[in-house]
């Protein structure tokens, strides 16, 4: 048997990638994979061009595995005209309505991705794997149907962060006493980092000037506008001296930046899942989080989650876990518990070929 | 070294670190620890660490309700009024029209090339794609540098660049290493570009020729630079 997991590009830093990259890990012992791209960055494992997909399976107990993610034309096409057995994994596609002030090709793109959901999730599919129960239920609301349906947390690569040593030069940088809130996220205006901002500056000027807001994640130039408003706004809020952003960073600089954040906190308006979220919590960081799309689901009882993203009720609940060690030691172990109960590879694998084995 | 420190042993805060084993290497074991060590810190006023003593201990649950009902009466009880009305400007800044998002971005001090090419380009409206999809050559070729990487990616994949794309395109070019022929082939005939269905005149065969050019092995262009240097007397 042949199976084949297909996504428009494969890059390093990425949770698409990486759950690409698990799933090519975790097949191998269930016959021939490979994966399949048209752009790629990584040249482990090897990738193979997504025009070769078609001359790849050919046998209808073959299997493919698209990640849907994006509009990305070839797809429809690939998926009805092979004759194979077709899985898809939906990590949802962020509403348009969020990039449109910044870029046109931006809410484009999005805005064809959500086209394309429903002929997705009426096209002829034998499984369907949600990164969340969140978008597993946006698939059966545009068709998909309820007994080919499951929610499956994506792989991620948690097991190297516990591997490979922090960054030391992050660790000098950022341990001198303050507050260290963290954020992990790509710099896009999903992840609304301009009410994060208006929480760190109610925090750090009516509680604790001795803090800092660092965000963690990589600049999308061609929303260049975001980061200018974000700038614009932290000096609006007199917060210049007080917020770093990284860009994109290293893998030991990621450790790093968990190893020294006091709390992980977002308020991210649209996640399928929120991997950062699971890195937290693997690496004992306690979460104070907006509870939008399918964080709640992924947070659960492992951190405070609120249902509005109101700045003093985020700044009051930084204050209580800053100001008490034992409510921060809880709460991170709550979320190791629930990162060892729920999402590590090794239970993602199980679950990923238990789902398998459910295909005719 | 560091003023705070915590260390966390199975969710509970143990204080017996002695600064000088607290070296990043130290830091770097209790860190590999799958049973959860974190070490945040160094406190000068901590002692040797003990790891074989200490022993699995869970903190009891905390109760997340009740713990939000405490923060939301903390915010209610405080009497101060906030020295900034955040959510005020939070609001001013979600409304800002595009035009305002257009002047923050040129007044903007952090802007990198990418950015300052999309600011000459766009906003300048200094290329405008046509509807018709249909360019001559010398359309594009008469750009250079950064504008030149820009407005082939509009012109022939009819969209921006993604900036790992626009930053590899820009500095084989400055470097030599590719032509804006060859920039604009890759574009054009690569899977995407296909897609896009972009007519360029006068692109093909000139692009045939610089693959051609370019896949000349090695060696053979080696020969050839040194006969031509032996030539030339140099």
């Not at chain 1, 009516?206 to 408003?229: F, Q």
């Not at chain 1, 991210?268 to 939008?292: D, N, R």
Request: aromatic fraction near 8%; proline fraction near 4%; glycine fraction near 6%.
């Amino acid at each position: 048997m042949r199976i084949a997991i297909l996504a428009p590009s494969i890059t390093s830093h990425d949770a698409v990638s990486n759950d690409v990259l698990g799933m090519y890990g975790a097949l191998q012992n269930a016959g021939e994979v490979r994966i399949f791209a048209e752009g790629w960055s990584l040249t482990e494992p090897r990738i193979f061009s997504s025009s070769k997909l078609e001359s790849f399976l050919k046998k209808s107990d073959d299997i493919l595995i698209y990640h849907f993610a994006r509009g990305w034309e070839p797809a429809l096409p690939l998926l009805n005209s092979l004759k194979c057995r077709k899985i898809i994994k939906y990590h949802n596609i962020t509403p348009a309505k969020f990039f449109a002030r910044y870029s046109a090709d931006f809410a484009n793109q999005c805005r064809e991705g959500r086209l394309q959901l429903r002929l997705i999730a009426t096209s002829d599919t034998d499984l369907f794997l949600s990164a969340s129960g969140y978008n597993m239920r946006e698939l059966l609301a545009e068709g998909a149907p309820e007994t080919k349906s499951f929610a499956l947390p994506p792989f991620h690569h948690i097991d190297r962060l516990h591997s490979i040593e922090a960054d030391a030069a992050v660790l000098d940088q950022f341990q001198n006493g303050h507050v260290n809130v963290c954020t992990v996220g790509r710099l896009t205006p999903n992840k609304g980092h301009p009410q994060l901002i208006a929480a760190f500056a109610a925090y750090h000027h009516e509680y604790n000037p001795r803090s800092r807001l660092i965000i963690v994640g990589k600049h999308e130039t061609r929303l260049a506008k975001y980061g200018a408003l974000l700038r614009a706004l932290i000096k609006r809020l007199a917060l210049e001296h007080a917020v770093t952003f990284t860009g994109g960073v290293s893998d030991n600089a990621l450790k790093a930046f968990y190893t020294i954040a006091d709390m992980f906190v977002t308020t991210s308006e649209h996640e399928g899942f929120c991997v950062p979220l699971v890195e937290a919590m693997a690496l004992k960081v306690p979460i104070v989080a907006y509870g939008s799309s399918a964080i709640p689901e992924t947070v659960g009882q492992a951190g405070i989650v609120w249902e509005q993203s109101n700045p003093f009720l985020m700044a009051e609940s930084i204050n209580a876990i800053a100001s008490d060690s034992s409510l921060s030691a809880g709460l991170a172990q709550m979320g190791w518990g629930r990162y060892q109960d729920l999402f590590t590879n090794q239970r993602i694998g199980s679950e990923f070929l238990s789902a398998l084995r459910t295909l005719s | 070294m560091c003023s705070r420190a915590i260390l966390l042993h199975g969710g509970r805060a143990v204080t017996n670190v002695k600064p000088l084993d607290v070296t990043y290497q130290y830091c770097k074991l209790i860190i590999r620890n799958r049973f959860g060590f974190h070490v945040y810190g160094t406190n000068p006023d901590l002692q040797q660490i003990d790891l074989q003593s200490m022993s699995e201990t869970r903190e009891p649950e905390i109760d997340i309700e009740e713990l939000k009902a405490g923060i939301r009466r903390q915010v209610e009880r405080r009497e101060t009024e906030p020295t900034t009305p955040y959510a005020q400007i939070l609001a001013e800044f979600d409304n800002l029209e595009p035009a305002s998002l257009t002047q923050l971005l040129i007044a903007d001090p952090f802007s990198d090339e990418f950015t300052q090419t999309l600011t000459k380009v766009i906003l300048q409206n200094e290329f405008v794609r046509r509807s018709d999809d249909r360019y001559h050559l010398n359309d594009l070729l008469k750009y250079d540098d950064q504008k030149f990487v820009w407005i082939a990616y509009l012109a022939l994949l009819k969209r921006e660049p993604d900036e790992e794309g626009f930053t590899a395109f820009l500095e084989r070019l400055r470097r030599g290493r590719l032509t804006k022929i060859d920039i604009l082939a890759r574009l054009r005939y690569s899977p995407e570009g296909k897609r896009m269905k972009v007519t360029v005149d006068g692109l093909r065969v000139p692009a045939l020729i610089r693959r051609l050019c370019l896949s000349v092995p090695v060696r053979l262009r080696t020969r050839a630079l040194n006969l031509r240097s032996k030539i030339s007397g140099e």
